[in-house]
């Protein structure tokens, strides 16, 4: 064979190698299972987002879609794939869940009246029932959630007021959002109020000087695994010990994060530590960088600059901001620009439950990283359930329920849209606190906080701002947002 035929050939399978790749940006990934003809999805695979694009990066070389994650295992049609999607985040957005629902007429297994709908009630027969039935689904991505408060609570419900007249003390409807499966090996608290989440007397990931002491999270990811596959999959018996350890496998080798910025390109230039594979090598330990404590191996005092990623465009940027009209600032400074407001802008942090109560002190100087304190992840490294006020009845809309507890010592009430982990503790101080989750890959997965409140991530930002009474410039909140989509 000639040298320009061997040419023309390794032009030809490098072409259909690069379409392959850019198939799967907008692949629809909701259909992975047993019928599928795709196998597999390559390494640092992209996805589109408002900001640019997010990539995975898998520590076993690829995407197998052979996993019991992509598999039905219940008797619903659902997998782990169908709430957990990786081109959304792995997890859902209301952009792919309306795009599934006009395709699929509201069929596809996504949308089930255990959890999907407002209701386990509702009437979804017709089309637009199905569309009336799945609204917090499509409109926020909200899977229903149903609690009861433990009989041995601190507590007791004395109102309700659900606009689809479900909810009762025995299953309170709580919408949230679904959790990513990626990055999981930064996390210490499993599940929005923790409750899978378990205790291990023998465990060494311990709090600092006391007792408390956690189950590997290995351990604590395969039991919610068969729960969830119990729960929202309906399946009629528990998943095997191997199907548990090979989801599990699958879900710790998954990395995410942005790479790519609408505005500036590769988040990697420069030297820059944007995207995943920079992420699946960073340093990570239960403890590291504790903001009361200090780190738990080094013994060092907490660094409140947490986040470093792109320190070298700091000082490459510091003289390149444009001043002329329209030309509001170069995007790449204003992201090592943000960088600094997240590791250093001052916040006077008060009134948070599980934070100021528990360490007795009023107003707390801090910056986002008290709170987001893991390097260059963005949650925090010991379990830390707070309540900053998401779920207060002041933020609450007319497609949330509202409940009013009551304490059963003092006589005291509070109105909630999710009482947290309270329902897990039963405990009257535990009242909408939730975990902080891990900030990376953020961009790929609106809408934000546990409830999907907050539309965007200038949603977010401005949401701090108003809580905690923070003086952002309109630049500096610009800042702010565009280093928070560029994790």
Known sequence: MSIKKIIILLLISFVLTVLFI??????????FDNNSNINQLPNLFEASNKHGKGATYSSAGGIDFNNPFFKSLGSNG???????VPTEGWTITPKGVQALFDKTKGQDPLFRLVDGANSPL????????????????????????GIGIPDDAEFKLIKVDDPYGYASETELSLFRRPLPTTNLKFLNTIMWEGRETTSEVNS??????????????????????????????????????????????????????????????????????????????????????????????????????????????????????????????DKRAAIARGQHIFNATPIQISGVSGLNDELGIDVIPGTCSTCHNTPNVGNHSVPLPINIGVSDASRRTADVPLYTLQNNMTGETVEITDPGRALITGKWKDIGRFKGPTLRSAASRPPYFHDGSASDLNAVVDFYIARFNIGFTGREKADLVAFLAAL
């Open 78 to 84: 659902r997998s782990c794939a169908t709430c957990h």
């Open 22 to 31: 850019v198939s799967f940006t907008e692949v629809d990934v909701q259909k």
């Open 122 to 145: 509702a009437n979804v027969a017709t089309l637009e029932e199905r569309r009336v039935a799945y609204s917090m689904l499509l409109n926020k991505a909200n899977i229903r959630v």
């Open 204 to 329: 060494s990931d311990c709090i600092f000087a006391t007792d408390t002491c956690f189950a590997p999270l290995s351990t604590d990811l395969g039991s919610q695994a068969n729960n969830a596959t119990r729960g929202h999959a309906e399946a009629l018996q528990d998943l095997t010990i191997e199907q548990r350890i090979a989801i599990v496998d699958f879900e710790l080798s998954l990395f995410s994060a942005q790479i790519y910025d609408n505005d500036i390109g590769s988040l990697t230039q420069n030297n820059a530590k944007g995207g995943p594979k920079e992420l699946a090598r960073q340093t990570d330990y239960f403890g590291i960088n504790d903001t009361v404590s200090g780190d738990y191996r080094t013994r060092e005092v907490f660094n409140p600059v947490a986040m470093s990623l792109y320190d070298v465009w700091d000082s490459q940027d510091a003289n390149e901001l444009k001043s002329s009209p329209g030309d509001y600032y």
